[in-house]
């Protein structure tokens, strides 16, 4: 995984449905995705098969977007394992755009994260 897209949406029925058509009509693979909506506002977090694409269909039909490095992080998974690392990157001044839960195994949750700056990020979560 390297680019992760936070993508806003209006928060209405369908609008995640043309999105995901406006990709897959262009070719492109979605490999994770996670959206959630609250009053006027949705969002899409994901990665594609093909950075490059992404972006052009994103500026061609005006969806407000930001984007990153996925910065994947071995959480603990048990109770405040999440709240811990997002509690470090707050402590450092990071900014989260953007997570996506994109694997589990025993113990372990491998979170993306995208965040304004990943090198920040790496230093407080003690990643070099």
Do not use: C
Not at 55 to 69: M, Q, T
């Amino acid at each position: 995984m390297s680019t992760q897209f936070v993508v806003q949406l209006e928060n209405r029925p369908g609008a995640l449905a043309a999105f995901a058509r406006a990709l897959a009509e262009r070719g492109i693979d979605i490999h994770e995705i996670a959206g959630g909506g609250a009053g006027d506002h949705g969002y899409a977090v994901l990665s594609t098969d093909d950075d490059a694409a992404t972006r052009a269909v994103l500026r061609s039909f005006g969806y407000p977007f930001v984007e990153g490095e996925a910065l994947v992080v071995e959480i603990d998974d048990q109770p405040g394992g999440f709240a811990a690392v997002a509690e470090k990157l707050a402590a450092a001044g990071v900014d989260i755009h953007g997570v996506l839960f994109v694997g589990r195994r025993e113990g372990i949750v491998e979170t993306a994260f995208t965040v304004d700056d990943v090198g920040r990020a790496r230093r407080a979560l003690g990643l070099g």
